[in-house]
């Protein structure tokens, strides 16, 4: 998308009442109705919490270990490999898909149009992105953007699973169709995986549509995806009993 596009884009979202004034609200755990995941794919089979899990080991620790990777052919096509960016006590992981153009040249997940849209989602939920976690199912991009493959998950998602395990969020959201279908280990449809929190040994995970596909959707004039992300992100601010900033949908 162009950047004009993705600039009246952005301005769309403020037009729309993502910029509206914060007001406190207190939610708890009991609002997250946790709904079974339909089987876990890349994580090891006992589904234990993933305190439990926990190695105790740094972030660092753990990029050192992943190294100049060559586990799997994406490490001879990209330029970077993008680990993972955000507080390493964060509250709250964001996981997306892959690296694309510009996370690959950069070395850090989520700075291109999609990772635009997704600090304005940050934004508008009274955070910022220092204060959270990002980081992507496979740490290389795969060349044209393609999905990742069954090969590049199992060699990257261990690495990934390692990284949730040191944060230990209290919630992670799964950005998209990609990183839904793999965390949860189901072919259910996005459009029917977001909405409700599954459980990810242990830790809600809210499942909820990709930037990209709101770049997309607003490409065809509809806001209706935003907003649906928008209660999405609602859920996760109660779960953490943050407040919860009021957004008015104007018509
Ligand atoms: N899309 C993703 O899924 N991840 C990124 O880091 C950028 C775009």
């Not at 849209?117 to 496979?138: H, P, S």
């Not at 069954?150 to 990183?179: D, T």
């Amino acid at each position: 998308m162009a950047a004009a596009s993705l600039r009246e884009y952005l301005q769309g979202l403020q037009e729309s009442g993502l910029d509206g004034i914060p007001v406190a609200q207190s939610g708890s755990m009991a609002d997250a109705q946790v709904a079974p995941a339909a089987g876990v794919r890349i994580a090891p089979p006992t589904a234990e919490p993933l305190d439990e899990l926990q190695h105790h080991e740094s972030l660092d620790k753990i990029r050192k270990d992943l190294g100049e990777c060559q586990r799997c052919k994406l490490g001879k096509t990209r330029k970077n490999l993008v680990f993972g960016v955000g507080n390493p006590k964060a509250r709250l992981v964001f996981v997306g898909e892959g690296p694309g153009a510009d996370e690959d040249r950069q070395g850090e997940p989520f700075v291109g149009e999609a990772g635009k849209v997704l600090n304005r989602i940050i934004t508008a939920m009274g955070l910022k992105r220092e204060d959270v976690y990002i980081c992507n199912v496979v740490k290389c991009r795969p060349p044209g953007n393609r999905d990742p493959e069954q090969e590049e998950i199992e060699a990257c998602s261990s690495f990934m699973l390692r990284q949730v395990r040191s944060i230990n969020p209290e919630v992670i959201v799964a950005l998209g169709k990609f990183a839904s279908q793999t965390l949860l280990g189901t072919k259910e449809p996005i459009s029917k995986l977001r909405g409700k929190f599954r459980d990810f040994h242990g830790t809600p995970l809210m499942p909820t549509y990709h930037p990209s596909f709101l770049l997309r959707k607003q490409g065809e004039g509809s806001m209706g995806a935003f907003w649906e992300v928008w209660d999405d992100m609602v859920q996760v601010l109660r779960l953490l009993k943050l407040p919860v900033p009021e957004k008015s949908r104007k018509k």
